[in-house]
């Protein structure tokens, strides 16, 4: 199945219990399909629950939190957490929802949680159109999933920056050669393992 290639003028997510809710912005001249990767470092397993964090990689200024007034900071019950110096892991602080990573040292980016994001925009509305037990019939379950709903999260889960920290990978679990690059640790650290 082909990446969607047109872009989105915006996407909509939030936390699981729906107090912090934001927008992410695509506005013409971003990146398209915009950057995501894997992390399998252990700060984001704590932080997520998940062996493996899902991140968009976007510019601070795409995202608008809908909950204040002007959009630039997010109101209660957003919180932020100092994993380690210089660096914060936003959660919503009532139901536990991580929502994104960002450092002081690159302040012009943020890493978003993709698992945030609203359903719809990465699987379509397949949901509400098939009940749970008609997808066990012989053949309805792959033809759901045939249907090009779920393109626009395709363009934005496909991890184009790659798996960072595959040096924590889990054999037989997490380290499966999924798509992109792999790296000891961060992208930008230059340490990509060999094909």
Known sequence: ????????????????????RYTVDFPKGSN???QSHLCQCTQCRKQSGALISHFMTLGSSQLRWANPSDGTAAAEPYKEFS???GVYRGFCSACGTAI???SEENAEEIDLFIGSIDEKW?????????????LTE????????SADEGALGRAI???QMGQMF???????????????????????AKMEIPD
């Open 83 to 85: 994993s380690s110096k």
């Open 157 to 159: 889960c496909t991890p």
């Open 100 to 102: 994104l990573w960002r």
């Open 32 to 34: 398209w399909p915009p």
């Open 1 to 20: 199945m082909a990446i969607l290639q047109e872009a989105r003028d915006s996407v909509t997510g939030g936390c699981l219990c729906g107090a912090v």
């Open 166 to 188: 595959v040096r924590n990978a889990i054999k037989g679990v997490t380290d499966a050669r999924l798509v992109g690059k792999r790296f000891v640790e961060m992208h930008h």
């Open 122 to 134: 990465l699987i379509g509305d397949r949901t509400e159109k098939v009940s749970s037990e008609s």
């Open 138 to 145: 012989p053949g309805v379950f792959e033809k759901v999933l």
